[in-house]
């Protein structure tokens, strides 16, 4: 093996579809590239279907080896979860890779179509609900792995279920990093249910670091204020996306990756770098919180995940 894991690293993935949400920009696109260059029929669910087709064009300019496809998926509206599900479903008979890459970060105050404090709603539960939708055909699926891509920022992150969807209260970043966290405890707890129930796919997780893409763009307020100022400085410190995707990219083809692994970039306090294991914090594998996460998620969501009585805690 190489001495830094990188593209070069990536098995062949030729007869194997990778689903990827927010495959559009950012790291999401350069995963879709790379897996899509590899061999991978690669599924791009976005939000924007101008955005995606223009993104899928600039893949196909490469002449992959593999076939991109597009879905329209508003991770803010069950209804275009429910409604992508079924078309996703109808069209393929595998999914060998379900990426949940897309988010959003320290926004100002929205709701998502249901209510749902926007960042929460779009990070966690429109993606809990998508997962939940299609894991009957990923755990059907020979070798297939849901990877959850979450972020640093899950280190500040904090669960209130009294307040969970910041309805008494609201604070951009604190609402990123709930989101963030929670991308780790679902992780962390489908994993824990797909054991139980005996099942061969696998969970793993990652984050990019400090990644240049259009997530970093400034937020609101005082924050946002400096953050603009700070921009150019905070571009230089960052890494491009193509490094960003590595650690998707890792969690989602290395062989040697087993269930619940982490991983996140090796430099500068995992901000830049090439892909390894790293360890999330205790708040992320806290199991009361994954459980009381999971069954909010459900009752939010309406969805219900299928794995059996075995998955019930105990």
């Not at 995963?31 to 955005?51: D, E, I, N």
């Not at 992508?84 to 890459?101: D, P, R, T």
């Not at 793993?204 to 953050?227: D, E, Q």
């Not at 996306?241 to 998707?248: D, V």
Request: hydrophobic residues 40%.
């Amino acid at each position: 093996m190489a001495k830094h894991w990188d593209e070069q690293s990536i098995p062949d993935q030729s007869g194997r579809v990778a689903l990827i949400t927010g495959a559009n920009s950012g790291i999401g696109w350069d995963t879709a590239r790379a897996l899509a260059q590899h061999g991978a029929h690669v599924v791009m669910a976005c939000r924007t279907r101008s955005k995606a087709t223009d993104a899928k064009a600039r893949i196909d300019a490469l002449k992959p080896r593999g076939q991109v496809s597009i879905v329209d998926l508003d991770l803010a509206s069950l209804t275009s979860v429910h409604t992508a599900a079924k078309a996703v479903l109808a069209e393929h008979g595998h999914i060998h890779l379900l990426i949940n890459n897309a988010g959003v970060m320290a926004m100002p105050h929205l709701r998502t179509a249901e209510g749902f404090e926007m960042q929460i709603g779009t990070n966690h539960l429109g993606h809990f609900a998508w997962t939940g939708l299609l894991l009957d055909r990923v755990m059907a699926t020979p070798e297939s792995r849901v990877v959850v891509v979450a972020s640093n920022a899950h280190k500040f992150g904090k669960m209130d279920f009294d307040d969970l969807l910041w309805e008494k209260s609201y604070k951009a970043w604190g609402a990123y990093g709930r989101s963030k966290l929670a991308n780790l405890l679902f992780a962390y707890e489908l994993q824990r249910r797909l054991e139980i129930a005996k099942s061969a796919t696998m969970v793993v997780a990652a984050h990019p670091g400090g990644a240049k893409t259009s997530l970093g763009t400034p937020s609101h307020g005082f924050a946002g204020k400096i953050a603009t100022i700070l921009r150019p400085a905070i571009m230089l410190a960052m890494q491009p996306a193509k490094m960003g995707a590595l650690p998707t990219l890792r969690a989602a083809v290395d062989p040697t990756a087993q269930s619940g692994d982490y991983f996140g970039p090796d430099k500068f306090g995992e901000s830049r770098g090439h892909p390894v294991k790293v360890t999330s914090n205790a708040r992320s594998r806290d199991t009361d919180d994954a459980e009381q996460l999971w069954a909010a998620s459900e009752r939010l969501t309406g969805v219900t995940f299928t794995l059996g009585d075995s998955t019930a805690s105990g």
